[in-house]
């Protein structure tokens, strides 16, 4: 079991640059999250899903894409990264019929947007 | 809304000091609370939980009660090791869509 997976692990854009940060879990997990983790702050939640070809907006979706074509992948994407948007990502999985902390996440992204 | 605030970082202590870490939250209800820690290089892993007041969660010799008259769930550690090193998040679970509500987390750095 290879868990929750992130790639890349570092990325660097332009202002205006578009990217997809990829999550691939192989847990059979229904519900995906993407958060981001800015200093000082908590994790936010940016889009989810509760299964293939379900998603939802989280508490800072503004500038970013989701979509769920497969249990495995939720990949997500920057359409014109903004400086804002400088982060670290995490992606997470968990089984549906599972507590809300038993969250599994992958290693993270860390984006710059120059 | 639903809240968690932690005490700032980092926090530097020898090994083998005693350790905690404040956490308290605002939340309507009676939401479960959670620590997480998350090691350099890698993604969070929960740590200890507690599903109702008076439960104290534990894990790895760290320990944490949910005080529902002081909205408190500090995480306390006897003895710290170079290893225990890492940042640890305090989170709650909103029970209005069951996601996590996470503090800002609080770097901890454990000199040998």
């Known amino acids: 079991n290879a868990g929750v997976t992130q790639t890349p692990k570092f990325q660097v854009l332009k202002t205006g640059q578009s990217m997809t940060l990829q999550c691939a879990q192989d847990m059979n997990h229904e519900y995906m999250s993407w958060y981001r983790q800015d200093p000082g702050m908590g994790l936010r939640l940016i889009h989810y899903?509760?299964?293939?070809?379900?998603?939802d907006q989280g508490e800072v979706p503004n500038g970013y894409n989701v979509s769920r074509s497969t249990t495995e992948d939720f990949p997500l994407r920057l359409l014109s990264a903004a400086p804002s948007q400088t982060s670290v990502y995490f992606c997470?999985?968990?089984?549906?019929?599972?507590?809300?902390?038993?969250?599994?996440f992958g290693p993270g992204t860390r984006l710059t947007v120059l | 809304g639903d809240s968690v605030t932690q005490m700032e970082g980092p926090v530097t202590l020898s090994e083998e000091a005693f350790l905690t870490i404040n956490c308290t939250y605002t939340?309507?209800?009676?939401?479960?609370l959670f620590w997480y820690v998350q090691y350099p290089g890698e993604g969070l892993q929960l740590l200890l939980k507690a599903t109702k007041a008076d439960d104290k969660g534990s894990n790895k010799g760290f320990e944490a009660t949910y005080r529902k008259e002081t909205t408190s769930f500090h995480l306390e550690k006897g003895s710290v090791q170079v290893s225990d090193s890492a940042v640890y998040f305090c989170a709650l679970s909103d029970l209005s869509n069951y996601q996590l509500i996470w503090g800002a987390g609080t770097k901890l750095i454990i000199k040998p």
């Open positions: 997470a999985s968990r089984a549906a019929g599972g507590e809300v902390n038993e969250q599994f």
């Open positions: 939340a309507t209800g009676y939401p479960s």
């Open positions: 899903s509760v299964g293939a070809g379900i998603t």
